[in-house]
Structure formats: C-alpha cells, structure tokens
C-alpha cells in the first residue's frame, strides 16, 4: 500500500495571550483596532497589561482607519519553514499605521485578501507606500494583510 502524498506544512498562526486576544477578536471581525492608554491616550503595540509612556493599567481597543504606509519591508527567499518556503520569494512589510504614528505591524502585501503572498510584483514595493489593511483567514484565525491604496 502506497503511503499518501504528505501534505504541506500550514502556516504558523498568531500566539494569542491574554493581553493581544481582543485585537484577533477584531480582526476576525475586519476591524483593526490598537489598544490604547486609558489614562495618556497613547497608542501601542504589541499589548500589554501596563502602558510605557505612564505606568497606567487602565486601556481601551481603539478601532483605527486600517490605513498606514510602508515604513520597512523585507523580501523572504528560502530557506524558509516549508509552507513558507512554497510562497517565496513575497514581501513582507512593517506599517506605520496613519492614526497611531508609533504602532507598526507586520503583515504580507498582496492584491486583495487572502491573495498569495508573492501577488505584488516586488518592482512595486517601496517604504512610503500607502497601504489599507484587509483580512484574511489563515489557518483559522482571521490576521490582517495589505493592501496598496494605489494598485
């Protein structure tokens, strides 16, 4: 009996602890939201229970326009874990989001959500480029990905 064709790694999918849980819960709503201080009014990431700027435990999750520009990127080329080493060579960009200026996420720029990661031609992919956020199931939890506002 032949053994069956081994099916390709999944993608690794987001630790989600205490603190970062709301913001996957807004993700899979298709909301980008950032926690934010209580008491400062200070945005930040990733999550935690205390705010840097003031020692305050008190924090809401405020929802953001999901806009933002390319602050940093990276191309990925193997070796890489086999799922990811399929998709390569793709983009990988660090947004600076436009309503919380010191929050930057990391995510993949592609053409529409859920788009292969290798979708934007990398002739294409500049730091200052505006993006929009969009979501995208992967692996059963909702993550946000980037979209150019100008295709």
């Known amino acids: ?80 874990l086999p799922a990811y080493a399929e998709r390569a060579p793709y983009p990988v960009v660090l947004v600076e989001l436009s309503d919380a200026p010191r929050v930057r996420l990391v995510g993949n720029l592609v053409t529409r959500a859920g788009a292969a990661f290798d979708s934007v031609p990398r002739e294409r992919v500049r730091i200052g480029a505006r993006v929009q956020a969009v979501f995208a199931d992967q692996g059963g939890v909702v993550v946000p990905q980037w979209v150019l506002e100008r295709p």
């Open 1 to 80: 009996m032949a053994d069956a064709p081994a099916k390709p790694d999944p993608l690794l999918t987001p630790a989600v602890d205490d603190d970062g849980a709301p913001y996957w819960e807004y993700a899979a709503r298709g909301e980008l939201r950032v926690q934010t201080c209580a008491t400062c009014d200070e945005p930040r990431f990733p999550p935690r229970p205390c705010c840097p700027h003031c020692a305050s435990f008190t924090a809401e999750w405020r929802r953001t326009s999901g806009r933002g520009r390319i602050w940093s990127y990276v191309v990925a080329h193997p070796p890489l």
